[in-house]
């Protein structure tokens, strides 16, 4: 059995930056990454826009401290968004010394962009791929420590737990499709989000919620799963993204008359220039909401994969575009056969982040002892009910440093791996081949339920919410569970077995469905990405809480609530494009 | 023809694909490879004949018109023509190597190629012309 | 009944095969479909058996590079309208073995990486915290275009040099050592020179110039690996003729 200090799931910018933290720690640690994905193929490399944090004149971190909580309609940890956004600047310049290509001012400092929901210009960017440069220069980076062992394209599917910590996981190797147990003394789930539950999304095909659902499965709570971010700018049938630096360079977003319909919902008035915290620069949550009226009402475009409106950067001229945005022209170019600099972009709300996850603190340190979280697969929370573009970035590399270092502490107090592992890896093994490699006469095909899973959770909850369709959604995703003990799998061999990771994938997601469906059905307000139409108002009195949602096995899922830590910031009217009323005395 | 290898479960059994004799006659480019590669031969024959005339140059006068003589032998000829082909193409392949290699930037942008390239060609003429020139006044 | 289109995928399945064999399957032939989207279709609803690497669908993760109709393409951005009425031939990428179907095995590629130390070299390490390195926007296009690299080894699978020699360094590799070399904030060209000016490595190079023909990222490899042999020809000059030069 391969043994570690500490063992990572996922090589994404969270996992890679953990992996380096560790090696920080102590050298002589030994650190796996463990990917179903070669790194560099992680969904951290489709990031567009850029990553934020303070660092010129005039900014200040109570500013950004104060965006990142507005804009999470106060669900934020208060606590945790002042190390947040307190630790941002050094991580960034830490990336900028590990060669991150940052796009630069004539003088040579860092430039930075506007951003939805921010009130000042803090947005680092490398053109409109920082995500792609972001994760290449932390991955190549990463390939000059001896101490990081990679397990490339092992899928995890097991956490081991024993007395009452975890040891390690089980793991298929896709090349032979060996199942080995490998073990560590403390492990991050740094797997990403799990937009592939919908079936419109930003999102790639690896997004699945493992991390969310091993943990769920060892008995971690999930936390704040029902606030999911719809991004507003998403080309329509692929859902690729387009970024909010579009608008953040001066896009107008269009209704099927021209009419630049975000002044309609309190957003602002339109002015020829990009306003920060108005109009195109709102929350994407409330774009998103805005979309959706629009459709009431009758004013958004119909196309052959459903409603969409327009996205016009025609005004900014072909050399902006080509400068800042050639990402944007070269993905409309390439797959909508449609040039930016002359013709309107159709896009649609699109599934685009999670801003719920395991429940960790603000060490990535969950309930479960050795257990660690970062990235989007966890929940700490900075990002509350709706996460501002250009944060997630930052956030994978804050918290990414942080747990690799908590989690290197936690592995240097040195205790031994049970006795029952061994038995446990040997029972996952079993499980593997009874449930899916041995198993013939299936009847449902993967793709039918994955599709079933998809159009219910958008149905029930997407962009708009209610009771009677959430429990619809409840019993339909409780139906799905059912129905894939029968799941039919063609493919018994051992190399690189894609349809049993698209079994093993789908299981996944079927179990996060069910946390998302289970806390937005118990949660009876609006707030933030979540909105209840049979309950339109924030409910501070009630609901000024964090989900916990637990697995019981042959249960519904336990729901319960954690109150929001507040420190300086007490809630109040999310205002964006116009004067905030004066704040109540008190 | 060997026997296929047996699979081993867990072993993998990767397929490496055996690379057809005629692969390089699907594309130009690697046509022109090949051609490179081949180039070798003759420029090795170039080599030869070099050293042959520095002999020749070494045994006096007679020694050098027999090895003259000998040079006009049709096939001797027809390789050095081929020879002189190939340093041609090797030629226009470096020449038009440099914008590669060299990013010459003008006030932060870079240069076309062809403004790169295009001095290689001039000077080429320049040469020769010179060479025509040396060659038909001793004549 | 919509428009179809044949599509032959090379299936190889080690445990049952010797050798791998066309498979011929009809798709529809929707005019917003890439050779992807095809497989995907094959997958989901006709044969679950086929494999296939794919992930973000938006030409930047570069997992799904593949040959089709004997060119190597990223399938995302490969339109089915593109060859119709067809037939498409969809195989593995060439040069590299094939593990199983359209999946190639690309341990080398990954040590090849490594071995040109990708990542910023420096001999004195300043804290972050004292803040960034300048680089000017002229310094940072010097190597911009060759940090566009998405590791999709397209141009390792166009390279001949590589299909007849496995050891050669190859495009890419070479290609992120040479942004790094022209990285105003590194140090460490001479470390890379050192690897890169065996006989595997740069020289093994004779521009034949199709891994730039083929970078779906405009890269451009053979212009890095034309700039490293200058640039490995004038250091080599330099040590020859002072040789007190060197330290």
Partial sequence: MPSHDVLLVGGGGAGLRAAIAVSEVDPNLSVAVVSKVYPMRSHTVSAEGGSAAVIKEGDSLDE??????????????????????????????????????????????????????????????????????????????????????????????????????????????LMTGKIQAITAKSVILCTGGCGKV??????????????????????????????????PTGLPFTGILITEASRAEGGFLLNKDG????????????????????????????????FMKELDKGRTLEGPYGPYVHLDLTHLGKKIIDTKLPF????????????????????????????????????????????????????????????????????????????????????????????????????????????????????????????????????????????????????????????????????????????????????????????????????????????????????????????????????????????????????????????AAPAPPG | MKPPVAYRQYHPKWHRT??????????????????????????????????????????????????QDWLRNPLLVILNGISFLFVLFHAVTWFNLTPKAMAVRLRGKRLPDVLVAAPNYVAWLAVSALVVFLLTRQG | MAETITIEVARYRPEEEGEPALQSYEVPLNKDWVVLDALNHIKDHVDGSLSFRWSCRMGVCGSCGMTVNGEPKLTCATFLSHYAPGPIRVEPLKNFPVVRDLVIEMTDFLEK????????????????????????????????????????????????VYGLDPQFVGPAAIALAQRYNLDSRDQGEQERLDVLSQ????????????????????????????????????DWFKSFLMPWSKQ
């Avoid at chain 1, 499980?431 to 299936?442: D, I, N, P, V």
Wanted: contains cysteine.
């Fill in chain 1, 64 to 173: 950004h401290a104060y965006d990142t909580i507005s804009g999470g309609d106060w669900m934020c940890d208060q606590d945790a968004v002042e190390l947040f956004v307190n630790e941002a600047p050094g991580e960034m310049l830490q990336l900028e010394h590990w060669g991150c290509p940052w796009s630069r001012e004539p003088d040579g400092r860092v430039a930075v962009r506007p951003f939805g929901g921010m009130k000042k210009e803090r947005t680092w960017f490398a053109a409109d791929k920082t995500g792609f440069h972001m994760l290449h220069a932390l991955f190549q980076t990463s390939l000059k420590y001896r101490s990081i062992a990679r397990y490339d394209e092992w899928f995890v599917t097991r956490l081991l737990v024993e007395d009452g910590r975890v040891q390690g996981v089980v793991a298929i190797e």
């Fill in chain 1, 198 to 231: 919908f079936p419109f999304t930003t999102n790639a095909n690896i997004k699945n919620g493992d991390g969310m659902a091993l943990a769920y499965r060892a008995g971690v709570p999930l936390k704040d799963m029902e606030f999911v971010q719809y991004h």
């Fill in chain 1, 259 to 290: 009419y630049r319909y975000l002044q309609d919902y309190d957003l602002g008035t339109p002015q020829p220039k990009p306003v920060l915290r108005s109009m195109e620069l709102g929350p994407r949550d409330r774009l998103s909401q805005a």
């Fill in chain 1, 328 to 579: 944007v022209r070269e993905l409309c170019l390439k797959y909508e056969n449609i040039d930016p600099v002359s013709e309107l972009i159709p896009v649609r709300p699109v599934v685009h982040y999670m801003m719920g996850g395991v429940h960790t603190d603000i060490q990535g340190a969950t309930p479960l002892g050795g257990l660690f979280a970062a990235g989007e697969a966890a929940c700490v929370s900075i990002n509350g009910a709706n996460r501002l573009g250009s944060n997630s970035l930052t956030e994978l590399l804050v918290f990414g440093a942080r747990a690799g270092q908590a989690a290197a502490e936690h592995a240097l107090q040195d205790k031994p791996v049970s006795a029952g592992i061994e038995a446990q890896a040997a029972d996952e093994k079993k499980r593997l081949e009874r449930e899916f490699l041995h198993k013939s006469g299936g009847t449902e095909p993967i793709a039918g339920l994955r599709g079933e899973m998809q159009s219910i959770m958008e149905k029930s909850a997407g962009i708009y919410r209610t009771g009677t369709l959430l429990e619809e959604a409840q019993a339909k995703v409780a139906e799905l569970k059912e129905r894939f003990r029968q799941v039919a799998i063609q493919d018994h061999s051992h190399t690189f077995n894609t349809e049993l990771t698209a079994a093993l994938e789908l299981s996944y997601m079927l179990d996060v469905a069910e946390a998302v469906v289970e806390c937005a059905l118990h949660r009876t307000e609006s707030r933030g990405a979540h909105q209840r139409i049979d309950f339109p108002q924030r409910d501070d009195e009630g609901f000024l809480a964090h989900s916990l949602v637990s697995h019981r096995p042959d249960d519904r899922p336990k729901v319960e609530y954690l109150p929001v830590t507040i420190t300086r910031w007490p809630p109040g009217e999310r205002v964006y494009g116009r004067a």
């Fill in chain 2, 18 to 67: 055996r690379v057809s004799t005629f692969w390089w006659s699907r594309k130009w480019s690697y046509l022109k490879f090949m051609l490179r590669e081949l180039s070798s031969v003759f420029v090795a024959f170039y080599v030869v004949i070099l050293l042959l005339q520095l002999h020749a140059l070494r045994g006096g006068p007679d020694a050098y018109q027999g090895f």
């Fill in chain 3, 113 to 160: 990486l490594q071995s040109v130390k990708p990542w910023i070299v420096r001999k004195d390490d300043p804290a972050p915290a004292k803040g960034e390195f300048l680089q000017t926007p002229e310094q940072l296009d010097e190597f911009k275009q060759f940090s566009m690299c998405i590791n999709c080894m397209i141009c390792y699978a166009a390279c001949p």
């Fill in chain 3, 199 to 234: 006989h595997e490595g740069i020289w093994g190079c004779t521009f034949v110039g199709e891994c730039t023909e083929v970078c779906p990222k405009n890269v451009d490899p053979a212009g890095a690996i034309q700039q490293y042999k200058l640039a490995a020809t004038k």
